[in-house]
Each structure stands twice: as structure tokens, then as C-alpha cells.
């Protein structure tokens, strides 16, 4: 089955800096690759996602982009600011139904 | 409109004992899932119901059963708790498939004695 490794486990930057995570997966079939985020204590809600077809997506401060033949996607935040502490899972559909979550990355900014 | 609620918050249950988790949803939403959230990982799929009248074992099934009971309302049932069910579970919903935006509940965090 499909395999989901993210990486780091912990992630601090200065505030204002740049945050990058990086998740790699195994099966060359999936196409749909969510980026969740989680307060501590909340529930985790969508922040943003990307399909196949494309390698780049944009949100503001926050891209993602998707490299299908390296089987890697990556989660890019700019000038982060203190709300955007928290845990970020990179998420993988592993069948019409079945999401593979990674194992999250705590991200710290630092005042 | 409340997204997807859950019931209780919070339990505390002994070893043996019996359980249901309520989850509902007011999206009119196709599917919904259940997951299990343990420290320090991801979430793990349990079961999941990709419309009404269907339910599907996910990642991790073993000692659980569901009810999509109609379309807002899908339940989890520990017939028998075990110590190593203690985690956090959220209930989430979605228009179709996993391709779609998953709306998630507030949580049930769960400790077995």
C-alpha cells in the first residue's frame, strides 16, 4: 500500500523567514496531495492541495509544489508569521476513499 | 450551520467496557470517515462510508464497527475497549471522494483504563 514520509518532525524558523516540509510517497498511481494543518488541540482543516497535472500551486504565502516523477511534494510557507505555529500534515489519496497521512511537522516561529 | 459535530468530548472508559461515537454532519455531504489520531502521528483511516447504505474497513478496522445510520449520521462503536484504543478520534465529511475537501469534527479524545 501506499507509503507517506515527511520530513522534519520539527521545524523552528525565525518569524518573517521561509518554512519548507517535505513529504515523499510510493505509490506512482496517486494524485491528489492535501496539505492539512492542526492548532494545537483543533481539528486539522485544508490549507491546501494539488493534483497531478500540475507541479505548482499558489495561496498567498503558501505553495506547494509536486515533483510526480520523484514521487516528492513539498510545502513552502513565506514570511511566516506566529499564527502559522502549528502541525503540518502532508496528505496522499491513496484511493477514491483513502487518504495516507504523513506523521505531521511541528513548525515553531520564533519572535 | 454547525459542519460536523461529534459526541461525547471527552471519555473514560475501563477495559471491556462498550462504547458509541456520534458524528453528524449538516453539508449533505456523500461520505464520511472515521480516524483515529494517536500521539505524534497522522491520522489513521478506521472505516469509512462512501454514501449511504455502504460502510468500508480503512487502515486500521480492527476492534471498531460503524453505522451510517442515514446520510447526516455516521457512528463508532468500540464493542469492547481496549487499552490501545486510547487516542483521539475525529469524524470527517465530504461532498464525494477523498479528492474533495474533508471537513472534520472537533475531536472525541478517548482514554481506556
Known amino acids: 500500500g501506499e507509503n507517506v514520509e515527511q520530513h522534519p518532525s520539527t521545524l523552528s524558523v525565525q518569524e518573517g523567514d521561509s518554512a519548507v516540509i517535505k513529504c515523499t510517497y510510493s505509490?506512482?498511481?496517486?494524485?491528489?496531495f492535501p496539505w492539512y494543518k492542526q492548532e494545537l488541540g483543533k481539528r486539522p482543516q485544508l490549507i491546501i492541495d494539488?493534483?497531478?497535472n500540475v507541479g505548482e500551486k499558489k495561496d498567498q504565502r503558501i505553495a506547494v509544489t509536486l515533483n510526480k516523477t520523484a514521487k516528492h511534494f513539498s510545502l513552502h510557507i513565506t514570511e511566516t508569521q506566529p499564527e502559522d505555529s502549528a502541525v503540518y500534515f502532508c496528505?496522499?489519496?491513496?484511493?477514491?476513499?483513502?487518504?495516507?497521512w504523513g506523521a505531521g511537522t511541528k513548525l515553531i516561529i520564533k519572535p | 450551520n454547525a459542519g460536523v459535530t461529534q459526541t461525547p468530548k471527552f471519555q473514560v472508559l475501563k477495559t471491556g467496557q462498550s462504547m458509541t461515537l456520534q458524528c453528524a454532519q449538516d453539508?449533505?455531504?456523500?461520505?464520511m470517515y472515521w480516524y483515529r489520531q494517536d500521539p505524534g502521528m497522522g491520522l489513521r483511516l478506521i472505516y469509512y462510508?462512501?454514501?449511504?447504505?455502504?460502510?468500508d474497513k480503512g487502515e486500521v478496522p480492527n476492534g471498531y464497527n460503524v453505522s451510517r445510520l442515514n446520510k447526516r449520521e455516521f457512528s463508532l462503536r468500540l464493542e469492547s475497549a481496549a487499552p490501545s484504543q486510547t487516542s483521539v478520534y475525529f469524524c470527517?465529511?465530504?461532498?464525494?471522494?477523498?479528492?474533495?475537501?474533508?471537513?472534520f469534527g472537533p475531536g472525541t479524545r478517548l482514554l481506556v483504563l
Open positions: 470527517a465529511s465530504s461532498t464525494g471522494t477523498v479528492q474533495e475537501t474533508q471537513y
Open positions: 462510508s462512501a454514501s449511504e447504505g455502504t460502510t
Open positions: 505509490d506512482s498511481a496517486s494524485n491528489y
Open positions: 496528505v496522499v489519496a491513496g484511493s477514491n476513499y483513502q487518504l495516507i
Open positions: 453539508m449533505n455531504h456523500n461520505s
Open positions: 494539488i493534483r497531478s
